[in-house]
């Protein structure tokens, strides 16, 4: 079973970027959509990004203009960096790997790390 | 607010049965792709409970059902327990700028 750990900074000051990384364990990094998701004290779900293990990457049109997604495949890891954070940028933080099944069904959520709790504040 | 709209909340008895709605458009659920769902318990991450609309992953019980109808799709949990208490999130891919990924508002269930 896929093991996935998220860490970084747990506190973020306004306008910086906000760096996390996801290291896997017990599985493949290969073939599948390695993404970030978020949520936000008391709220829903948000897609962050994903970063497909050959390189490729797709964000979420609200936040493309500030994310990054990359994956180091040899080591195991992939990462997210968030530029200009602001104060709704706090939430939850999850690493997750996601498995495409086919056109209709696109990407599925199967594994998720235990999730970081990020908090943006001077 | 939310692509995909549920019900905030929703609550049943033990041993009950409940639905748990979640309404798209002619960009998702209605030009057929499919929809998967995620159950949160307190405190917890989310994990897969359906996928690709009917399907359960291993290790989840048959009281835990989805389907889709048009433009909706809807979890339906049978002879609920206690344990079910927890939220509930519909995701599903949009062909729109709002795409691809989107999720429900989420649902909390409760169990009286």
């Known amino acids: 079973q896929v093991q996935l750990q998220e860490s970084g900074p747990g506190l973020v000051k306004p306008s910086e970027t906000l760096s996390l990384t996801c290291s896997v364990s017990?599985?493949?990094?290969?073939?599948?959509?390695w993404s970030w998701l978020r949520q936000s004290p008391g709220k829903g779900l948000e897609w962050i990004g994903y970063?497909?293990?050959?390189?490729?990457?797709n964000y979420n049109p609200s936040l493309k203009s500030r994310v990054t997604i990359s994956v180091d495949a040899s080591k195991k890891y992939f990462s997210l960096k968030l530029s200009s954070v602001t104060a709704s940028d706090t939430a939850m933080y999850y690493c997750?790997?996601?498995?495409?099944?086919?056109?209709?069904?696109?990407?599925?959520?199967?594994?998720w790390g235990q999730g970081t709790l990020v908090t943006v504040s001077s | 607010q939310s692509v995909l709209t549920q019900p905030p909340s929703v609550s049943g008895a033990p041993g009950q049965r409940v639905t748990i709605s979640c309404t798209g458009s002619?960009?998702?659920?209605?030009?057929?792709?499919?929809v998967h769902w995620y159950q949160q318990l307190p405190g917890t991450a989310p994990k897969l409970l359906i996928y690709s609309n009917t399907k359960r992953p291993s290790g989840v019980p048959d009281r835990f059902s989805g389907s889709k109808s048009g433009t909706s799709a809807s979890l339906v949990i049978s002879g609920l327990q206690a344990e079910d208490e927890a939220d509930y999130y519909c995701q599903s891919f949009d062909s729109s700028l709002s795409g691809p990924v989107v999720f429900g508002g989420g649902t909390k269930l409760t169990v009286l």
């Open positions: 997750v790997r996601g498995n495409y099944y086919d056109s209709n069904a696109y990407i599925v959520f199967e594994d």
């Open positions: 970063i497909y293990y050959g390189g490729s990457t």
């Open positions: 002619s960009s998702n659920i209605g030009s057929n792709y499919y």
């Open positions: 017990g599985g493949s990094i290969s073939g599948y959509y």
